[in-house]
């Protein structure tokens, strides 16, 4: 079974920092690419980051991009995303998901976690 277990979330004033992890069971982590993603009240879901399990390559969309740093520890099947000067749009609930491929489209990833509510104060 797979199974998804995030953390890490949680109220946070503006300008601070919140590091969340996704620790994975049920497959094989290590051949997979994880995105973080997240939804905003009233908005679609949209990809944050993602990290491929071919060379590590990492993407962050433009929002985020010099704020955000997404990382993994195969040993431990874990993904972080660790969240510095954050901002009250930043306000969200936040998902990892598993791709068995390159992790270049929402509709590759298979696998969801339960999502992690993030909020940022002003």
């Known amino acids: 079974e797979v199974q998804f277990v995030e953390s890490g979330g949680g109220l946070v004033q503006a300008g601070g920092s919140l590091r969340l992890s996704c620790a994975a069971s049920g497959f094989t982590f290590g051949d997979y690419t994880i995105g973080w993603f997240r939804q905003a009240p009233g908005k679609e879901r949209v990809g944050v980051s993602r990290?491929?399990?071919?060379?590590?390559?990492?993407y962050y969309t433009s929002p985020v991009k010099g704020r955000f740093t997404i990382s993994r520890d195969n040993a431990k099947n874990t993904v972080y995303l660790q969240m510095n000067s954050l901002e009250p749009e930043d306000t969200a609930v936040y998902y990892c998901?598993?791709?068995?491929?390159?992790?270049?489209?929402?509709?590759?990833?298979?696998?969801w976690g339960q999502g992690t509510q993030v909020t940022v104060s002003s």
């Open positions: 990290i491929r399990s071919s060379d590590n390559s990492t």
């Open positions: 998901a598993a791709a068995r491929g390159a992790g270049d489209y929402v509709a590759e990833y298979l696998y």
